[in-house]
């Protein structure tokens, strides 16, 4: 176990998670590798995780290390050996979950979107507020900003070495949703997941846009489409993940977006384009982005997410020219921890920095980022983009809080 400096193990910090399907997996993941690879004010303790199904919910506690197993979310709440709440369920129970969790005076960390429409992120982001007079921190689970070359890409723009900003791409493209005979799993329900690509990928989408620039989108001008209407249902309860599940004779209708493209416009005037699908057949998690300045750009794939790309325009042009920045240095965001340069991180290390970040949240009481208020403003983009597709692409203002 790991010891402060006067030589004493730091005190605990209770979680309690609740869902446990990939979300929960890859929380978990984070929760238990935190404190082994950083130095921790306090040291996450795996209390206990809730689900529905008695026996599912004991065998998730088991393989990710969970103490204890629960059947209702209620009582994991109430539970005096958890002081954090973990909201890894679909996003049509993030309101009541993390609303009750805050009420009760625990911590959250919410999982994106924040929640299936504005008026839920609202009272979320306003239970938030009050919370924190209490002293409580919440954050909402954007965990690609935890991404070291991503965060070392803000750091990049804030240091002003692209200078004005004229442009941000951002495509996040995958493909399990390309054959027809997928079934019909709780993500392509409205009244389960909010929306489609959209809130599953666009958010990460306009979330990193705004991270990395530090600006918000004040309109966007959208399409969206579903390309494929009715798929199979999904035979027994399983709820289905992304490999699918099992598929029955019958067949329903599918209620979100195959796809969404946008246009927006940051405060500044740049411009930004957005595509996300999960119909790019060979594209798995492309989660891609390019910002150019004045003075430079940099270009980023998930698909290789320990490379950076940056070409800097001061230098003379003979010799100018994207360079690959390998972002496994020690003096890298979040790179002190783990491995030699070059022995490279992956998708679930972003869960342990995320764990980590909120921890010292905790433990200093500085409230950390993405707060609800950020994920709500996500949620104000969301909505704009479905009401400009609605309207035929017209350009629809971002209300300001
Ligand atoms: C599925 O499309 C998914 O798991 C998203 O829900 C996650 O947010 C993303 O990180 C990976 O893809």
Not at 38 to 58: E, I, K, Q, S
Not at 159 to 173: A, E, F, M, N
Not at 174 to 196: C, I, K, M, N, Y
Not at 348 to 370: C, K, M, N, Y
Request: contains cysteine; negative net charge.
């Amino acid at each position: 176990m790991e010891q402060t400096e006067s030589g004493a193990a730091p005190p605990t910090l209770g979680v309690g998670m609740v869902g446990y399907a990939f979300m929960g997996a890859a929380h978990s993941q984070g929760w238990r590798t935190a404190g082994r690879v950083f130095d921790l004010p306090l040291r996450p303790v795996l209390a206990a995780v809730a689900g529905r199904d008695a026996t599912a919910v004991r065998a998730a506690a088991r393989r990710h290390g969970w103490a204890a197993a629960e059947t209702d979310w209620r009582t994991l709440i109430a539970r005096d050996d958890v002081q954090l709440v973990d909201v890894c369920t679909p996003g049509d129970s993030h309101a009541e979950i993390a609303i009750a969790a805050l009420e009760a005076g625990k911590h959250v960390l919410c999982e994106k979107p924040l929640a299936n429409s504005v008026a839920e992120a609202e009272t979320m982001a306003a239970a938030a507020e009050a919370a924190s007079t209490r002293g409580q921190i919440s954050m909402v689970g954007f965990n690609y900003r935890r991404v070291p070359a991503l965060s070392y890409a803000r750091s990049l723009v804030t240091d002003g070495r692209l200078g004005t900003l004229r442009h941000v791409r951002v495509s996040y493209l995958q493909d399990w949703l390309v054959d027809p005979a997928f079934p019909l799993t709780w993500r392509l329900e409205r009244e389960h997941a909010g929306s489609g690509a959209l809130g599953d990928l666009g958010a990460h989408a306009v979330d990193l846009a705004q991270y990395l620039t530090g600006e918000l989108l004040v309109g966007v001008s959208a399409l969206t489409e579903t390309f494929v209407r009715k798929r199979p249902l999904l035979a027994g309860a399983a709820p289905g993940g992304l490999g699918g599940g099992v598929a029955s004779e019958a067949y329903g209708q599918v209620t979100v977006d195959d796809a969404a493209l946008f246009t927006g416009r940051l405060a500044s005037g740049a411009l930004a384009s957005f595509e996300a699908t999960r119909m790019a057949a060979g594209r798995k998690n492309a989660l891609r982005l390019e910002i150019n300045g004045e003075r430079g750009s940099l270009a980023f794939d998930l698909e290789r997410l320990n490379e950076l790309s940056f070409h800097d325009h001061t230098e003379p042009a003979v010799s100018a020219g994207f360079r690959r920045i390998l972002v496994t240095e020690p003096d890298h965001p979040y790179l002190e921890g783990w491995w030699p340069p070059g022995h490279g991180l992956g998708y679930e290390h972003t869960f342990a920095h995320q764990a980590r970040d909120l921890v010292h949240a905790v433990a200093s009481g500085i409230a950390p980022a993405p707060s609800f208020a950020d994920g709500l403003q996500v949620q104000r983009v969301l909505a704009a983009v479905e009401d400009s597709a609605r309207n035929s692409a017209v350009y629809t203002p971002v209300p300001v809080p």
